[in-house]
């Protein structure tokens, strides 16, 4: 290659630089976030959480694509797919991972003990070794639990069907939320002098099944927000309409996919609740010096068409409770 030559690219190759250079300083100077999101599977209640969550981000400015790097994974309802995007995420280093549903949140606790976790979705997050207390836990994991009166879940059951005597719970046993939840029924109930009769179901397709046992033995069936009955909600609504039996739930959405009610937390506001944890800790805060918290916004659906089919005629009261009626 002649002098020339060489002289010429040197110039271009000097110009080129001054052009990009501004660029990567620019690049280099920005704050850009990074944001991570998993939860355990795919269902209304879920998908709602993480929709709060990323409208809390925006409400802050944080924008996808511009300071925000916002990345989701889902687990398609496995544990084994947990663990994996676990250990995907803990070493991609996002600034916060958000982990909604108890098994995700778990996977994630036993990957990293640096990266700061925000469980939700998670009833008891102690019960489930994510925190030693409702403390703040010095550690990296804070978050918002589901947690809902069970006294006031039991109150709305006997509303809806008075005189009940008997009520059963299809679960999954592998979800620590679902076996608490079955422990503090099995307690309250028995002051009410009412049995409970639990099914195990571990497989979406154990549901029906579980729910077919349960004809002829008990008034009511009642479904908290147990990610692997919530995704095959609607086989659990056939056989509560074949067998006239009513389905109350603890997820507000199920109502819309065919329970006679539902008396629980708003996932929406759960999701924005978490994502206000979000913003404290991309401003600078530790998880372990915030506190757990507990879901703010509560509400009752009322589905009157399903309450027909489940052979339950709602009284005014329990309508008038209703923020929000199912046409």
Not at 13 to 31: E, G, Q, R, T, Y
Not at 215 to 224: A, Q, R
Not at 262 to 273: C, F, I, K, T, V
Request: hydrophobic fraction near 45%; aromatic fraction near 4%.
């Amino acid at each position: 290659m002649s002098h020339l030559k060489i002289k010429l690219l040197s110039i271009i190759s000097m110009a080129f630089c001054l052009v990009i250079s501004p660029f990567n300083s620019w690049a280099a100077d920005k704050d850009v976030k990074y944001v991570a999101i998993t939860a355990i599977v795919e269902h209304p209640a879920l998908d709602n959480v993480r929709k709060g969550v990323e409208d809390e981000l925006k409400a802050n400015s944080y924008i996808n694509g511009e300071n925000l790097k916002l990345q989701y994974q889902s687990a398609q309802g496995s544990s084994a797919n947990a663990a994996q995007i676990a250990k995907q995420y803990a070493a991609s280093k996002p600034d916060v991972i958000v982990a909604i549903a108890t098994p995700s949140a778990q996977a994630l606790a036993a990957t990293t003990k640096t990266i700061p976790i925000i469980f939700t979705a998670v009833t008891d997050p102690v019960a489930a070794k994510l925190t030693p207390s409702w403390q703040p836990s010095k550690t990296n994991i804070t978050g918002v639990s589901d947690a809902l009166s069970l006294d006031t879940q039991i109150d709305m059951m006997l509303k809806i069907k008075p005189g009940t005597k008997s009520i059963g719970y299809v679960y999954s046993p592998s979800e620590i939320n679902s076996t608490i939840v079955l422990k503090q029924l099995q307690q309250r109930l028995a002051q009410h002098d009412i049995k409970i009769i639990s099914v195990p179901a571990q497989r979406t397709s154990d549901i029906p099944t579980a729910a077919r046992s349960l004809k002829g033995k008990v008034d009511l069936i009642y479904t908290t927000t147990d990610n692997n009955v919530i995704s095959a909600y609607e086989s659990l609504v056939k056989v509560a309409n074949e067998a006239k039996i009513p389905l109350i739930a603890s997820d507000p959405d199920s109502a819309a996919r065919g329970a006679t009610a539902a008396l629980g937390m708003s996932y929406y506001d759960l999701g924005r609740q978490a994502g206000k944890m979000v913003i404290r800790i991309l401003n600078g805060e530790k998880a372990g010096d915030i506190a757990p918290q507990v879901g703010e916004v509560t509400q009752l659906v009322i589905n009157p068409k399903a309450a027909e089919k489940q052979g339950v005629t709602l009284s005014d009261e329990v309508l008038q409770m209703a923020a929000k009626i199912i046409d």
